[in-house]
């Protein structure tokens, strides 16, 4: 994320945001572009607690962690 000296825009994956516009970022950022610079914040929660017979998969699509089963990966297990 950036802004150019002399530019009120924000850049942010080749595109331009205009001040004021707010944007959600490839990454799963929630991004607010201010007169100065970018703000950009998480917008998913951190990796929750994960049985030792289960991982977590972050899903980009959905800017959030699932937990599967090790020995399963069809099957979510209870977090």
């Known amino acids: ?10 850049m942010d994956g080749g595109m331009s945001y205009k ?3 707010m944007w959600k970022s490839e990454d799963c950022y929630t ?4 007169k100065v610079t970018a703000i ?4 998913y929660s951190q990796v929750p607690d994960v049985p ?3 991982e977590a998969i972050f899903d980009k ?14 099957i979510l297990c209870e977090v």
Do not use: F
């Open 1 to 10: 994320m950036k802004t150019e000296a002399g530019k009120s825009d924000c």
């Open 19 to 21: 001040v004021g516009a």
């Open 31 to 34: 991004c607010y572009c201010g």
């Open 40 to 43: 950009c914040c998480t917008d």
């Open 52 to 54: 030792s017979n289960c």
């Open 61 to 74: 699509r959905l800017c959030k962690y699932k937990v599967y089963s090790k020995d399963n990966p069809d």
